[in-house]
């Protein structure tokens, strides 16, 4: 231990808990991991589902990848231990978000297990749900509304997920939302339906 570490003195025993929070909101806080390609749907649908949250009394924090690597972020590059640390960093601060009782909403592409395990494991596996939004590679590419997979075959944009950098699937998804068979209604309407009853709060 540090010398830093011995003026540390945590006061987690003296703070309101976590369920005085969730009752005052009368609901649940939990954790909405959206993962996949590059214009898989990630954003959209989050975007889609943190409105549809609101219009039901939810209070919700959405977290996209975008804005977080614009501010909060905006030190860190592509590597792999700058994916890395780019998901620990947002799986912290989603942890800070649920212990107050907030549906938390990230969409990242968080290309590999490792670094999705370690979003669970900081979490909490009993407040995480893993949303695999499995849209294919053809499709994303197809879409391309930022030109990357054209700049990313061309040379111009490294380590880029799908076509220079490799994205593992999810083995153990809690749901798997493909956008080029579902509408976005729909997709939201799936993922209400495995919401809805974890965020229900009760007195019981």
């Known amino acids: 231990m540090n010398s830093q570490s011995n003026n540390i003195y945590p006061v987690f025993d003296k703070m309101l808990a976590r369920a005085d929070k969730e009752e005052l909101l009368n609901q649940k806080g939990i ?8 214009g898989s749907g990630k954003s959209t649908i989050a975007i889609a589902l943190e409105r549809e949250l609101h ?25 792999e231990e700058d994916r890395k640390e780019n998901v620990r960093r947002i799986a ?9 009782g907030i549906v938390t909403l990230a969409a990242f592409i968080s290309p590999t297990t490792e670094i999705r395990d ?5 979490i909490g596996s009993d407040d995480f749900i893993e949303v695999y939004v499995s849209t294919p590679l053809a499709v994303c590419e197809v879409r391309d509304v930022k030109g990357l997979y054209a700049k990313a075959r061309e040379g111009k944009v490294k380590n880029f ?4 950098s ?3 699937a999810p083995t153990h998804a809690d749901i ?6 579902l509408s976005l209604e729909e997709s939201v309407n799936e993922l209400l339906n495995l919401i809805l009853p974890r965020i229900e709060f009760s007195t019981k």
Do not use: Q
């Open 176 to 181: 798997s939302i493909d956008t080029s068979k």
């Open 118 to 122: 370690l979003a669970e494991e900081i």
């Open 161 to 164: 997920t799908g076509i220079s």
């Open 166 to 168: 490799p994205f593992e």
């Open 31 to 38: 954790m909405i991991w959206l993962t996949g390609l590059s």
């Open 92 to 100: 912290e601060v989603s942890k800070l978000f649920i212990d107050m």
């Open 55 to 79: 219009k039901r009394g939810v209070l919700c924090k959405l977290l996209d990848g975008d804005n977080i690597r614009s501010g909060i972020n905006s030190n860190l590059g592509f590597s």
